[in-house]
T-cell receptor, first 113, second 112 residues
Framework: NAGVTQTPKFQVLKTGQSMTLQCAQD?????MSWYRQDPGMGLRLIHY???????DQGEVPNGYNVSRSTTEDFPLRLLSAAPSQTSVYFC????????????FGPGTRLTVL | SQKIEQNSEALNIQEGKTATLTCNYT??????LQWYRQDPGRGPVFLLL?????KEKRKERLKVTFDTTLKQSLFHITASQPADSATYLC???????????FGTGTRLKVLA
């Protein structure tokens, strides 16, 4: 099993550009989530999904869109990048059962100029 | 608002000693509390889960306590080794949800 994979590992954007961060898991997990990690702020939940076709907002959803057309994939879209979105982004998936461990991807380091 | 506090200052200890990290929370009644390890440039890795009705959990050299009265969890690493040097994160979730709130993490450095 590859676990949770994320692409790209690094990305530099100009203000106003759009892009999609890819996330995929091969563990057949229903629950997936996106976090951003900033110095001194910890991990903050952006969006999450409890299954294909079902998504919801987390703590900091503004400026980001998600969709979940398959169990495996959960892409995160930045529609119009802003310097405030410079961060490290982590995707995670969780198996069934409350309290189960979250499996994190390796992260995408995004810089918006 | 819900708040999770972990000691933001780095913790330096000598090899072989027990490291104790603290996670305090306010305005929250978590049903689950998790601890993760994060190495520089990598995603967090799950270590332990403890539920609200459990006082203590152990896994090899790791021990977690959960005091819902004090609103605090303690994370212990016994016989610490330089390889234990990393940032440790606590995360809490309410009953009936998969949504976790993370603390900012504590950086641990074990000195040889």
């Amino acid at each position: 099993n590859a676990g949770v994979t994320q692409t790209p590992k690094f990305q530099v954007l100009k203000t106003g550009q759009s892009m999609t961060l890819q996330c995929a898991q091969d563990m057949n997990h229903e629950y997936m989530s996106w976090y951003r990690q900033d110095p001194g702020m910890g991990l903050r939940l952006i969006h999450y999904s409890v299954g294909a076709g079902i998504t919801d907002q987390g703590e900091v959803p503004n400026g980001y869109n998600v969709s979940r057309s398959t169990t495996e994939d959960f892409p995160l879209r930045l529609l119009s990048a802003a310097p405030s979105q410079t961060s490290v982004y982590f995707c995670a998936s969780t198996g069934t059962g409350k309290g189960n461990e979250q499996f994190f991807g390796p992260g995408t380091r995004l810089t918006v100029l | 608002s819900q708040k999770i506090e972990q000691n933001s200052e780095a913790l330096n200890i000598q090899e072989g000693k027990t490291a104790t990290l603290t996670c305090n929370y306010t305005n929250y009644s978590p049903a689950y509390l998790q601890w993760y390890r994060q190495d520089p440039g990598r995603g967090p890795v799950f270590l332990l889960l403890i539920r609200e009705n459990e006082k203590e959990k152990r896994k090899e050299r790791l021990k977690v306590t959960f005091d819902t009265t004090l609103k605090q969890s303690l994370f212990h690493i016994t016989a610490s080794q330089p390889a234990d040097s990393a940032t440790y994160l606590c995360a809490l979730a309410s009953s009936g949800t998969y949504k976790y709130i993370f603390g900012t993490g504590t950086r641990l450095k074990v000195l040889a």
